[in-house]
């Protein structure tokens, strides 16, 4: 479903990643986590074209782009297969919480305006907030936020849903809420991709665990494996430092 081949960026002499592969089924919940600086947001970036990798393949669905060799209008169509779900939510300050899912889909996808509201209201109580409908950004909390913007990714019915970090800007009493959403997304198979500092939530939710050091992938297999039986002692040193069993 998505699939990454070789993947590379480096910023001037700073390489950032460096030969990523992945391939990742329909329905497949991953979480990557590791070290702070290690790539986990520029992977999630070059994944979906936001950030172009410095050479690699990606494909969601057959739809292949090789690094260097896409054009504007080929870029724009690759991105319609992912949403991305950022640390600081960037939604639109000057559009309510049903205005800001409906964008995308009138924008990005000309869906009419009846039509995406209705959608918009039906993911907003997906995620709790009908009664927020009205409400401007600066109205709601940092998780009611995110959970508008987690409802903004869901609004274009995307391949693959790209959570980076999302509750790393929340206070502690609003992270809760935020994972709750997610674990529903989870239950009904979504696509998803997240990297995350909460390990606890990356074991109960994936389905595969990525741990990235340098820009690699230095481990994988599922949360048993890599939180009781890893085979690599960078990720044992980092699990002892984030997590206990």
Do not use: W
């Not at 998780?143 to 206070?171: H, N």
């Not at 809760?176 to 109960?204: C, N, P, W, Y």
């Not at 048993?224 to 980092?238: D, L």
């Amino acid at each position: 479903m998505l699939q990454a081949i070789g993947l590379t960026k480096s910023f001037g002499d700073l390489h950032v990643l460096n030969d990523f592969s992945l391939k990742m089924d329909k329905g497949e919940v991953i979480s990557v986590i590791g070290p702070s600086g290690t790539g986990k947001s520029t992977l999630l970036r070059c994944l979906n074209y936001l950030e172009e990798p410095t050479s690699g393949t990606v494909s969601i669905d057959g739809l292949r782009i090789e690094a260097g060799k896409a054009g504007k209008k080929e870029i724009h169509e690759f991105r319609k297969s992912t949403s991305m779900v950022f640390q600081n939510y960037n939604l639109f300050a000057n559009k309510t919480a049903v205005q800001n899912i409906m964008e995308p889909m009138v924008i990005a996808q000309k869906i009419k305006k009846t039509e995406a509201y209705e959608k918009a209201m039906d993911i907003l109580n997906l995620v709790g907030l009908a009664d927020k409908k009205d409400s401007y950004p600066s109205q709601l909390s940092g998780g009611q936020q995110q959970r508008v913007g987690i409802g903004r990714a869901m609004g274009t019915a995307p391949k693959v849903i790209l959570f980076d970090e999302p509750t790393s800007s929340l206070d502690p009493e609003l992270i809760g809420e935020v994972l709750d959403v997610i674990r529903k997304l989870a239950s009904q198979r979504t696509t998803m991709l997240i990297t995350t500092h909460e390990m606890e939530f990356a074991r109960s939710i994936s389905d595969r665990i990525i741990f990235l050091d340098g820009g690699a992938i230095a481990e994988q297999g599922t949360p048993e494996q890599i939180f009781h039986q890893s085979q690599y002692e960078r990720t044992r040193q980092f699990l002892k430092a984030f997590y206990l069993s």
